[in-house]
C-alpha cells in the first residue's frame, strides 16, 4: 500500500520561502511519478511540478511557478520535496503530493487523474 504523508506547509509573507517535504512509502518498484499539486478555495487542483524516478528522472513544472519552485527527491530517505522561492498571495493553496502507478506517457504528468495515491495536504497562505 502506498501512503504520502505532506509536511512543512504555514503562512509566511510575499517573497518568502517555504520548503514542503512528503515522506513516501510503499512503492516496491521503480519508474513511477511523484507530483506536487495545489488547490486553492473555489478553483481546480492544479499540477505544481511532477518528477518521474526511472532512469530519465523527467521533470515538469508549472508555468506559473516555473524559476521559482524546485521538486526534488532524497530517494534514501523516500522524500519527495517542494522548495517554493519568491513566494506570491496567489501561491495560497492546500498543496497535495501524489503518486502514479506506473509511467505516465504522452507528457500528460499535469493531469490529476494520472495520479492513483494522495496525501492529505499541508496548507500554505502567503500575505501581501
Known amino acids: 500500500q502506498v501512503l504520502l504523508g505532506e509536511s512543512g506547509g504555514g503562512s509566511v509573507q510575499a517573497g518568502g520561502s517555504l520548503r514542503l517535504s512528503c515522506v513516501v512509502s510503499g512503492y516496491d518498484y521503480s519508474n513511477y511519478v511523484l507530483a506536487w499539486f495545489r488547490e486553492a478555495p473555489g478553483k481546480e487542483r492544479e499540477v505544481v511540478a511532477s518528477?518521474?524516478?526511472?532512469?530519465?528522472?523527467?521533470?515538469y513544472y508549472a508555468a506559473s511557478v516555473k524559476g521559482r519552485f524546485i521538486i526534488s527527491r532524497d530517494s534514501a530517505k523516500k522524500t519527495l520535496y517542494l522548495q517554493m522561492n519568491s513566494l506570491r498571495p496567489e501561491d495560497t493553496a492546500m498543496y497535495y503530493c501524489?503518486?502514479?502507478?506506473?509511467?505516465?506517457?504522452?507528457?500528460?504528468?499535469?493531469?490529476?487523474?494520472?495520479?492513483?495515491?494522495w496525501g492529505q495536504g499541508t496548507q500554505v497562505t502567503v500575505s501581501s
Open positions: 501524489a503518486g502514479s502507478s506506473g509511467p505516465i506517457y504522452g507528457g500528460r504528468y499535469y493531469l490529476a487523474d494520472e495520479y492513483d495515491y
Open positions: 518528477l518521474y524516478t526511472g532512469t530519465t528522472g523527467t521533470i
